[in-house]
């Protein structure tokens, strides 16, 4: 307004040159104070279209341990507060607690230390038959526990169990021991197992002090399993249970075949075999490697039916007679790695090229440098290095990258022509899927006895210097990747140094195996491509799949959207589900003689 009276040049203490210069101003601004208005208007209806924030939380669990009468009107309750999924125990929570019915109920709350263990005492219980009840009400990314409720007489006598394992062919033997108020006692036990978070399937009566043999073929195969003891109770002891969580480990067998064992020079060697548990099921999915002494000739992976093939020229291996061998090392923590029996091969020397062949690949290489030259329309770009692997993109954005690893820098041409000579190792560590470095990565290299380890900075750099010489054995792990491992052979002509390693979140490479089983639901398989993760799963769910597969839904939307960091230990888990579900979609699958007659009534010149 006052810009306004300064532009009137009139004398401005006369009312009429104010309310003049006031109207003028009002004129000027009224479009910008239409549009003001307008945006005002339209603020909470855009409000209403913004998009839904969705919470993904950790799934809770309550057990109830042990109830105890202290004095006369006093009684201890302890339990436990755990991770659904992992069986974690989650500490610094709030657990109430409730002692006898609803209108004279004690009631008190307990906070859980280390392990997810609480303990709280309740005064002025009545004696006999009472009901306990747990309730966790749920805190920031916790998901609200099923209250617990059972009914028990805290004056009947403490039962404490024991279970233990030891380690038998083909499995586990299981023993129970049972104290009731610190004596030793012989008591009827119930044992049931599962995977770690999910249900438990009861699968032997036993008694205390009596062995039992747990095998891997009941468990369904090497894996992390919960072994729970339970004990009923009676007229008087309390009811117990004890839980336990072990690993069923399996040796593998690895069985090759060559081709031939004597090769010309020119031929090419084929290796084939197969990785097998001690049940002798495949093992799918497992890296093999081929090597003769300490080099290492080539790489690859098993399939789903656990076999292998390796196709090598023989000029790799040079003139001689060389042993060969394939290193078996499977995904699955439970497997334990193997290595094939060698076997010994013979390359002949090599026979010379014709003259007459050298001279035509001459010619040819002549005519295309020439075309090559005349075709470029700057040709100084050719003397142009390109950047280094740790500063070009790592496929960034991209959602369905499936392989991480090292990717090596290429030597200028004078690197070539010289000796190798360095003994560095240097580059940048990035996640795959958005190209973002990994601050905090561990990489480490192992020559025999020996080893070197160092974590990447804030841009994801490493080096590590004056490597001694040889094939080092290198890993790459981070927190919520999958890790990385392969061989760095020192020194060399410069290819590592600068060099880039990606690592795959653990999230993408669970949502990758659920691509197995979820694929088949959708309306056409294109729209992997196309849908978004969030809508993937959303229509999983709507077409209601079989039990398995909605199981398997559940537990990757946890994974993939959770903001917690995904343990590499899950892709175990996520490939077991995966498993199980294509099984039973195959088991429930409707029987291929049931669609002959839509087929006729589909064909054309026919009427319903």
Do not use: C
């Not at 021991?177 to 036990?189: F, W, Y």
């Not at 002090?209 to 309390?238: H, L, N, S």
């Not at 090598?312 to 001689?320: D, R, S, T």
């Amino acid at each position: 307004m006052g810009v306004g009276l300064l532009r009137v040049g009139r004398r401005v203490d006369r009312p009429y040159d104010i309310r003049r210069a006031i109207t003028s101003g009002v004129r000027r601004l009224a479009p910008l104070i239409a549009l003001a208005v307008l945006g005002l208007a339209l603020a909470p209806r855009a409000a209403l279209r913004a998009a839904p924030t969705i919470e993904i939380k950790a799934q809770t669990q309550l057990r109830l341990e042990r109830v105890r009468m202290v004095d006369d009107a006093a009684v201890e309750v302890t339990g436990t507060l755990t991770d659904r999924l992992t069986g974690d125990g989650i500490d610094g929570q709030r657990v109430w607690v409730r002692i006898g019915s609803d209108g004279s109920a004690a009631r008190s709350f307990a906070t859980t230390r280390d392990g997810g263990k609480f303990t709280t005492t309740l005064r002025g219980v009545e004696p006999g038959t009472q009901t306990i009840a747990l309730d966790f009400g749920g805190a920031g990314f916790l998901e609200r526990a099923d209250p617990v409720e059972t009914s028990t007489d805290p004056a009947r006598a403490q039962v404490a169990l024991l279970l233990e394992s030891q380690e038998a062919p083909g499995g586990v033997t299981l023993t129970v021991s049972a104290t009731v108020d610190g004596e030793p006692d012989e008591l009827p036990i119930q044992l049931s197992h599962g995977p770690p978070g999910g249900d438990l399937r009861r699968f032997a009566d036993t008694r205390t002090g009596k062995p039992v043999r747990f095998t891997r073929a009941m468990a369904g195969g090497p894996g992390t399993q919960r072994i729970r003891a339970t004990f009923a109770g009676d007229g008087g002891k309390q009811a117990a249970t004890a839980e336990i969580t072990l690993e069923l480990g399996s040796a593998t067998t690895t069985a090759m075949k060559v081709s031939a064992t004597s090769l010309a020079f020119e031929d090419e060697l084929v290796v084939t075999g197969a990785v097998t548990d001690e049940e002798g099921k495949p093992v799918p999915r497992a890296a093999v490697t081929l090597t003769t002494g300490d080099r290492r000739l080539a790489q690859g992976a098993t399939g789903e039916g656990g076999a292998y093939r390796f196709a090598v020229k023989a000029e790799l291996f040079g003139q001689g007679q060389f042993g060969v061998r394939v290193r078996a090392e499977p995904s699955n923590a439970a497997l334990r790695p193997s290595d094939s029996p060698p076997a010994i091969i013979k390359i002949a020397p090599p026979q010379p090229v014709p003259v007459s062949y050298t001279i035509a690949a001459f010619i040819a290489t002549a005519l295309a440098a020439g075309g090559f030259f005349t075709a470029r329309a700057r040709p100084w770009q050719r003397f142009r290095r390109p950047a280094p692997p740790a500063e070009a993109a790592a496929n960034a954005g991209d959602a369905e990258q499936e392989g991480g690893g090292l990717v090596v820098n290429k030597p200028g041409l004078v690197s070539t022509l010289r000796r190798a000579s360095d003994d560095g190792f240097s580059g940048a560590v990035r996640d795959t899927v958005r190209g973002r470095p990994v601050e905090g990565a561990a990489v480490s290299l192992v020559l025999g006895d020996a080893a070197r380890e160092v974590s990447t900075a804030a841009d994801g750099s490493f080096a590590l210097e004056r490597l001694a010489p040889g094939e080092h054995r290198a890993e790459v792990a981070a927190p919520g990747h999958v890790t990385e491992r392969f061989v760095v052979s020192i020194p060399h002509r410069g290819e590592l140094r600068g060099v880039r390693i990606d690592l795959v979140p653990v999230r993408e490479r669970v949502f990758q195996l659920y691509r197995r089983a979820a694929e088949p639901v959708l309306p056409e398989p294109r729209l992997w491509g196309i849908w978004s993760p969030r809508q993937i799963v959303e229509h999983v769910r709507a077409q209601r799949p079989t039990p398995a597969l909605a199981t398997l839904t559940d537990f990757v939307e946890e994974v993939y959207f959770s903001p917690r960091l995904a343990a590499e230990s899950l892709l175990a888990q996520a490939a077991e589900r995966v498993d199980l579900a294509i099984r039973e979609r195959a088991q429930t699958a409707p029987a291929p003689a049931a669609a002959a007659p839509a087929a006729e009534r589909a064909r054309p010149g026919t009427s319903s």
